[in-house]
T-cell receptor, first 113, second 116 residues
Framework: KNQVEQSPQSLIILEGKNCTLQCNYTVSPFSNLRWYKQDTGRGPVSLTIMTFSENTKSNGRYTATLDADTKQSSLHITASQLSDSASYICVVSANTGFQKLVFGTGTRLLVSP | GAVVSQHPSWVICKSGTSVKIECRSLDFQATTMFWYRQFPKQSLMLMAT?????????EQGVEKDKFLINHASLTLSTLTVTSAHPEDSSFYICSASAAGITYEQYFGPGTRLTVT
């Protein structure tokens, strides 16, 4: 069964601190892995997308890593800001010929002043 | 580029009535559009996939006669919730994908539906 699990479920950090979110997946055949940021009451916004051959990808203060062997990914946020408070969703695309997305349940991040 | 809009952003309707939600790709042609539903503190759940000019493909457990999807043009898809009930209250999100690229899905901002 295709699944994406994220940890922690929720996280509170102080402004300016770094944090790392985890994602484990069992999706086959694997096509790509994406991290999205979803603000409350808004649609998801893409942060990074990585294919099988990519180990790391950065987007500003966000850096995602991918280990295709262990089927793990992480999203590292550097120097957190209050505006980083949101849900972060790991999404894996199954290469079924139509790119079906398998969503994780997300990590709710709260950056506290 | 790759902007997807939804209208309305929120709607309140009475039980038993129908409500239509629009999803538009503003700067690209979307051959495929997806409709998702998201309950509080849960992740997105795919409801259906629609290709322009074709009937939508519904996920298991989603009633096609209750959630009517029309993808009449390359920039517009609509979701109509018929005979809405309070349990249909949810956050509905669409995404759009253009043919010929890497199947990236661009998400709309979502529509909050409350059925009273």
């Amino acid at each position: 069964k295709n699944q994406v699990e994220q940890s922690p479920q929720s996280l509170i950090i102080l402004e300016g601190k770094n944090c790392t979110l985890q994602c484990n997946y069992t999706v086959s055949p694997f096509s790509n892995l994406r991290w999205y940021k979803q603000d409350t009451g808004r649609g998801p916004v893409s942060l990074t997308i990585m294919t099988f051959s990519e180990n790391t990808k950065s987007n500003g203060r966000y850096t995602a890593t991918l280990d295709a062997d262990t089927k793990q990914s992480s999203l590292h946020i550097t120097a957190s800001q209050l505006s980083d408070s949101a849900s972060y969703i790991c999404v894996v695309s199954a290469n079924t010929g139509f790119q079906k997305l398998v969503f994780g349940t997300g990590t709710r991040l709260l950056v506290s002043p | 580029g790759a902007v997807v809009s939804q209208h309305p952003s929120w709607v309140i309707c009475k039980s038993g009535t129908s409500v239509k939600i629009e999803c538009r790709s503003l700067d690209f042609q979307a051959t495929t559009m997806f409709w998702y539903r998201q309950f509080p503190k849960q992740s997105l759940m795919l409801m259906a996939t629609s290709n322009e000019g074709s009937k939508a493909t519904y996920e298991q457990g989603v009633e096609k006669d209750k959630f009517l999807i029309n993808h009449a043009s390359l920039t517009l898809s609509t979701l109509t919730v018929t005979s809405a009930h309070p349990e249909d209250s949810s956050f509905y999100i669409c995404s759009a994908s253009a043919a010929g690229i890497t199947y990236e899905q661009y998400f709309g901002p979502g529509t909050r539906l409350t059925v009273t």
